[in-house]
DNA sequence: CTTTCTAATGAACAGGTGTTCAGTTATCTG
DNA sequence: CAGATAACTGAACACCTGTTCATTAGAAAG
């Protein structure tokens, strides 16, 4: 994960993945059954454990589900830069099944984002006139924090968190108090 | 940059690239000293383009330029795709010192935005309270149109363009007239 | 201590990598 | 037309690619 994070599943030989790890490239193919599986098990881990780990109480007021939506995207996205760049950097590297099963997690976890949305246009506590485009939007924006951010700059990751739910909450139309 | 934009820097051969235009791998050499400066060109010249494309006059109303910048990045990256994928996609591919010059024309294309953005604070006519973070926010929410909009869907460009600058205006601060 | 099972090695396979360069072919100039 | 310049080829260089597999080493079980 590491060495295709910061080289590129292309540009990684199975031999440096081997000698990573301590072992001679013949040994990988205990583990898988080819560096294809490999790059698919890293992003298919991580879009589980995403869609796992996102917080959905279909019952709480969508702008409190807003909140936390923002928070949870920055601050996982945030704790595992690597899985976030290859699940991001390397989907033109799956064949066309894998790089289908990919699609399909990465549509379910913006549906979680869509959801709220429209929960929240329902109870006319935002207005923003295509959910869709907004849920994209949105998480574009805050999937953006990690190609800059780094620790011990200007502003804490709590400050960022702060700043992008002001904006998050602008761009969807939440009206002031 | 056709290769580059779809298969990814490492994983095309200069002997493919040949095959494209139609000579051997050797002719390349009389045009280019080596791929990485095959990649460096192509990433400059986008950058210096661009640069030089934007529209920037520091004398007219702010919130008109804020919408003349928003209009101009959706419509310039869209209508370059290869350009703006090898852009973000192939950063990493290139040596240090012209990563360095690439990132360089990147801070001042941001720069561009954030000058918007203080003048309209400036003027009053928008209010965000950290305007290096709102401009890579918006970047971010903009640039991300070309991951997923293809001609012939739901929606036009300028429908999205209009959806977009709503978005932008809610960001950033824009109170309602 | 021996047998069984698992795991790692290292060589081999068939092919691909960026780059160089002597030699050939094509185009332009006078 | 001949001469000069430019462009391209194709082979070569030294090395790397993913993957397989017979063989060896290590650990666990009886």
């Not at 030989?13 to 001679?24: F, H, L, P």
């Not at 298919?44 to 702008?63: F, I, N, S, T, W």
């Not at 920055?74 to 590297?93: A, G, K, Q």
């Not at 780094?150 to 969807?172: C, F, K, N, P, Q």
């Amino acid at each position: 994960m590491k060495l295709f994070a910061r080289e590129g599943y292309a540009a990684v030989s199975m031999r440096r993945i081997a000698a990573e790890v301590g072992v001679q490239a013949g040994a990988l193919y205990n583990y898988t059954p080819d560096k294809q599986s490999l790059l698919f098990t890293l992003m298919h881990d991580h879009m589980q454990a995403l869609l796992a780990a996102v917080p959905g109480d279909p019952k709480a007021d969508p702008l409190a589900r807003l909140e936390t939506f923002v928070a949870f995207h920055i601050r996982y996205h945030h704790d595992r830069p690597d899985e976030v760049f290859i699940s991001y950097m390397e989907l033109r590297n799956l064949t066309p099944e894998n790089f289908a099963v990919i699609e399909d997690l990465r549509r379910r976890y913006e549906d979680v984002l869509e959801s709220i949305l429209r929960d929240g246009m329902a109870a006319g506590r935002l207005h923003t006139p295509d959910t869709k485009i907004a849920t994209l939007a949105v998480i574009a924006m805050l999937t953006g924090v990690s190609t800059w951010f780094r620790e011990g700059g200007r502003l804490s990751l709590e400050d960022i968190t702060a700043r992008y739910w002001d904006m998050v909450r602008g761009a969807v139309g939440v009206r002031a108090q």
